[in-house]
Structure formats: C-alpha cells, structure tokens
C-alpha cells in the first residue's frame, strides 16, 4: 500500500523569502503524486501533479515540485511566499490503474510572517 | 460549474444518534469520494462510487457507516449510533476522467461534533 511523509508538521517563512516543503512517498512503482492546498473553511484545492515525463512540475499560484524517483521525494518549491499563502499543504500519492485514490499525507502548515 | 456541495457544513449531534450527510458533485462527475479528516492529520479515504456502483471502501468505513449514490447523482453517509471518535470533518470530492485526465474537486466538507 502506498504512504505518504511530511517531516515538517509546521514551516515558518519570511513573505518574500524561498519556500520547500518536503515529501516523501512509499509505492512499488511510480505513483501519481499531488500537492493540494487547503485554506481554513474552504476545500482541498490541487496545485499541481505529477502523472509521467517532466519530472519538474509547475503548478497554480507559482508553485512547482520536483519528482525525484532515487530520493522517493516530491518536494513543493516556490521562489518567493507572499502572506496569503499561509495555509495547509498535503501531499498525495496515487496508485496507477483506474481511479488512483489520493493517500494523503498529515499535512505542513505554512506560516508567513510579514 | 458550482462545485462540489456538502450539506450541513456543521452538525452537533449527541452519542448513539444517527446523522446523515449529503455531498452533491459536480454535475457530470462519475466519482465521487468520501474523505475523512481529524485534527491535525491529512484526509483518510473512507469509499468511493462510481456512478451508482461503490467500488471499493476503506477498512476505516466500520460497519457503523453506509454510504449510498443513488442513480450516480448525489451522495449520502450515514454513521449510526455515533461515538466521540468519529468527530471529524467529512470530505466529498467528484472527479470524470481517468488516469492523467482525472482531477479531483473537494467540498468544504461537513465539520462533525460528537458529544
């Protein structure tokens, strides 16, 4: 069965300054993985995904991930944070084959500090 | 295109009752997935339909839980004879499409309250 890490329950960045959350997936293939977004009283919004080919992903709001096979790794980058992007971030991983049934992670919550 | 819908955003209910929790999806979307979610923890899958048919149901979904689709509209949870441990939020998503074309929409979910 596939499972997803977040190692980093809260970050804490600067609004301007570089963000990567970490990601670090379990699957016996290569899997489908995810980033979503969740903001307090709304629903999961998917930033971006990795299915197959590139493995640098760019996804909405100037977010991108790389998918790094050797590291089991799908680590979420953005150059620079602004204030409203303070939220919760889950990671996922899908299985190949049908419907892929998003696993997800705990989840890192972002703070950013003006 | 007005997004997946849950129904009632808040319930307050008291242990051993019943509650029911109703998640309309976007219009056309085949699937539709419930998610549960604690406090401090990512969403759990708890059952998924597609059309009509529930396809598969996690170890999660006691016996306690049923959900329905009738005719692959909208979709109901039901959890009877609650307990204080089944305090959560309770996600729907819908999707069409498969493999790289599938995409998931989530709901704002229904916030439970077992007392």
């Known amino acids: 069965a596939q499972s997803v890490t977040q190692p980093d329950i809260h970050i804490t960045v600067s609004e301007g300054a570089s963000l990567e959350l970490r990601c670090n997936y379990s699957y016996g293939a290569t899997p489908y993985l995810f980033w979503y977004v969740q903001s307090p009283g709304q629903g999961l919004q998917l930033l971006l995904k990795?299915?197959?080919?590139?493995?640098l992903v760019q996804g909405i709001k100037g977010f991108e991930a790389e998918f790094k096979r050797s590291q089991s790794s799908f680590n979420l980058r953005k150059p620079s944070v602004h204030w409203s992007d303070a939220a919760e971030y889950f990671c996922?991983?899908?299985?190949?084959?049908?419907?892929?049934?998003?696993?997800f992670g705990r989840g890192t919550s972002l703070i950013v500090h003006p | 295109d007005t997004g997946v819908s849950q129904n009632p955003r808040h319930k307050i209910t008291k242990r051993g009752q019943n509650v029911t929790f109703r998640c309309d999806p976007i219009?056309?979307?085949?699937?539709l997935y419930w998610y549960r979610q604690t406090l401090g923890q990512g969403p759990e899958f708890l059952t998924y339909f597609q059309n009509e048919a529930q396809l598969e149901k996690s170890r999660l979904l006691s016996d306690r839980f049923s959900a329905e689709r009738p005719k692959g509209s909208f979709s109901t949870l039901e959890i009877q004879r609650t307990e204080q441990g089944d305090s959560a939020m309770y996600l729907c998503a819908s999707s069409s499409g498969t493999g790289n074309n599938e995409k998931l929409f989530f709901g704002s979910g229904t916030q439970l309250s077992v007392l």
């Open positions: 219009s056309e979307h085949n699937r």
């Open positions: 990795y299915f197959s080919g590139d493995t």
């Open positions: 996922a991983v899908g299985a190949r084959g049908g419907s892929y049934i998003p696993t």
